[in-house]
């Protein structure tokens, strides 16, 4: 969100906690809170003044420091920061603006979030892939539980989704899991359809289908004047087709004259289950910060 990056921009104290401040977390790193001393807590000391100079580094299990740490804070209430806070967040929501989304077209990103969320406890696992779906999970679903939320940050793995949603399944048998990809990323790790076919673990699989590589095509677009190369696919599988050539069952919303009870009975069924939801191409996730840019000139409207 743009909001956390300007209260980044604006903190005095940044405490990093298992983090390698790389680049798709921090811009352009000599732009990363730049106002700010740096307590740094990893595990592993090679992270420790690699990119970015502690002002505090601790060599530590995170749990253990922090809870050394505690003891070093005073009880005082930050009024004066968190109304800053409260202040960026505002003008964040304007900018999203989530009441315009059209909640009977589940074809629209932020409304198939809540939409899906809707079905599901919040103790079910919440996986992803990488690329636009990955954002808009990350930016408009309503996550009930942080150690519920399963994705591939600075890595970026492509095909990380379906598999990590097989495993938090088996661990949460009753509460199962959702898995939100895209058609590449689906196809990066397809076969594990039939891993899933076989266990019949309670994974939903909601693919964002653009029938592009989504990312890619909104940097071309924004970025290289919209010379768009290798990221459209001329002949999109049908991924429903797919799935249930796997044995594993599949809707299509968009062939739904009713989106909402095609879903909801989708949600309603035991095991397995791939729902396809088609998204325009020109569909874009913002904000985008720029490579090489810092994150406070985010991109948040689209241009081009």
């Not at 589940?106 to 979030?113: S, T, V």
């Not at 406890?121 to 690329?131: K, N, Y």
Request: proline residues 4%; aromatic residues 4%.
């Amino acid at each position: 969100t743009a909001y956390a990056n300007y209260a980044i921009d604006d903190c005095d104290l940044l405490i990093a906690i298992g983090c390698r401040f790389d680049d798709r977390a921090t811009g352009r790193l000599d732009r990363f809170a730049p106002k700010a001393r740096v307590i740094h807590i990893d595990a592993d000391r090679r992270e420790l003044h690699k990119l970015r100079r502690a002002d505090l580094a601790i060599e530590a299990d995170a749990g253990l420091a922090l809870q050394a740490l505690l003891g070093a804070v005073p009880a005082r209430r930050r009024a004066a920061w968190r109304a800053q806070i409260e202040a960026l967040r505002d003008v964040d929501r304007l900018l999203a603006n989530d009441a315009d989304a059209d909640a009977d077209d589940l074809c629209e990103p932020k409304a198939l979030m809540r939409a899906v969320a809707r079905h599901v406890d919040a103790d079910t696992a919440i996986t992803t892939d990488v690329g636009q779906h990955q954002m808009w999970v990350a930016q408009h679903y309503p996550l009930q539980r942080a150690d519920r939320w399963l994705t591939s940050g600075g890595l970026g793995t492509m095909g990380f989704g379906l598999p990590a949603a097989i495993g938090a399944a088996l661990a949460l048998p009753d509460s199962g899991a959702v898995c939100f990809s895209g058609d590449g990323s689906l196809l990066m790790n397809v076969q594990e359809l039939a891993t899933l076919a076989e266990l019949q673990a309670k994974v939903k699989i909601v693919v964002l289908d653009n029938g592009a590589l989504g990312m890619v095509r909104q940097q071309q677009t924004l970025f290289y004047d919209e010379r768009h190369h290798g990221s459209l696919y001329h002949r999109p599988p049908s991924l429903c087709a797919i799935a249930e050539a796997f044995g594993v069952p599949a809707i299509d919303l968009g062939a739904s004259t009713d989106q909402h009870r095609a879903l909801r009975e989708a949600f309603a069924q035991a095991g397995p289950m791939l729902i396809r939801v088609p998204v325009a191409a020109e569909t874009m996730v913002l904000p985008m910060v720029k490579p090489g840019a810092a994150n406070i000139d985010a991109i948040c409207e689209a241009i081009g």
